[in-house]
């Protein structure tokens, strides 16, 4: 059987957890206390076709590095081979617009999203990629903002939208 690799990883938001497979990293999950580890880890299983290995290093090394580099400030563009498994057809076209044209320490509407891909008035579908995204940080869904200013949702909790949109500048930083 196939096998994908995983580890948890530590970080001022709290614990993610992080897969791969030999095309590159295919998930990120919030909050990776054991019953989340658990349930990516089966529900990773089951759509991947791959049993799950603990292991920090070969496909996971540099998606690690990355990372904390990115939560020290130090980067701002992660150059990571993704592995789209996990998305399809419009979300992956709004998850790819959102990689590759929304740059740190800038937001974008989810209409204005829906346009950059042909769908001026798919403002709600852009919101279901948002929660569906699997890579989140790395295809940063906290960058996507309501039309009104406000935060909108976020499938990690709106104080880690908070917190990742702070470290990349565009809100100011918790006074506590």
Same mark, same amino acid.
């Given at each position: 059987?196939?096998?994908?690799?995983?580890? %948890? &990883?530590? #970080?001022?938001i709290?614990?993610l957890?992080?897969?791969?497979?030999?095309?590159?990293?295919?998930?990120?999950a919030?909050?990776?206390d054991r019953t989340?580890?658990?349930?990516?880890?089966?529900?990773?299983?089951?759509r991947?076709?791959?049993?799950?290995v603990a292991?920090a290093?070969?496909?996971?090394?540099?998606p690690?590095?990355q990372l904390e580099?990115?939560f020290?400030g130090e980067?701002?563009?992660f150059s990571?081979?993704?592995?789209?498994a996990? #998305?399809?057809?419009?979300? $992956?076209?709004?998850?790819?617009? &959102?990689?590759?044209? %929304?740059?740190?320490g800038?937001v %974008?509407?989810?209409?204005?999203?829906?346009?950059?891909?042909?769908?001026?008035?798919?403002?709600q579908?852009?919101?279901?990629?948002?929660?569906?995204?699997?890579?989140?940080?790395?295809?940063?869904?906290?960058?996507? %903002?309501?039309?009104?200013?406000g935060?909108?949702?976020?499938?990690?909790?709106?104080e #880690?939208? $908070?917190?990742?949109l702070?470290?990349?500048?565009?809100?100011?930083?918790?006074?506590?």
């Amino acid at each position: 059987m196939k096998r994908f690799a995983w580890t %948890v &990883l530590a #970080t001022e938001i709290g614990p993610l957890l992080l897969a791969a497979t030999d095309k590159g990293l295919v998930n990120v999950a919030f909050h990776a206390d054991r019953t989340v580890q658990d349930t990516a880890l089966r529900q990773l299983s089951g759509r991947l076709g791959a049993e799950p290995v603990a292991d920090a290093t070969g496909p996971l090394a540099e998606p690690i590095r990355q990372l904390e580099r990115y939560f020290a400030g130090e980067l701002r563009v992660f150059s990571l081979p993704l592995d789209w498994a996990l #998305t399809g057809g419009f979300n $992956r076209a709004v998850l790819e617009e &959102l990689a590759t044209g %929304v740059p740190y320490g800038t937001v %974008v509407g989810y209409g204005d999203l829906a346009a950059r891909v042909g769908q001026p008035g798919a403002a709600q579908a852009v919101g279901a990629a948002m929660g569906a995204n699997p890579l989140p940080v790395v295809v940063a869904c906290h960058r996507v %903002v309501a039309t009104d200013g406000g935060l909108g949702g976020f499938s990690g909790g709106l104080e #880690t939208k $908070r917190t990742l949109l702070a470290l990349e500048g565009v809100l100011p930083p918790p006074l506590f």
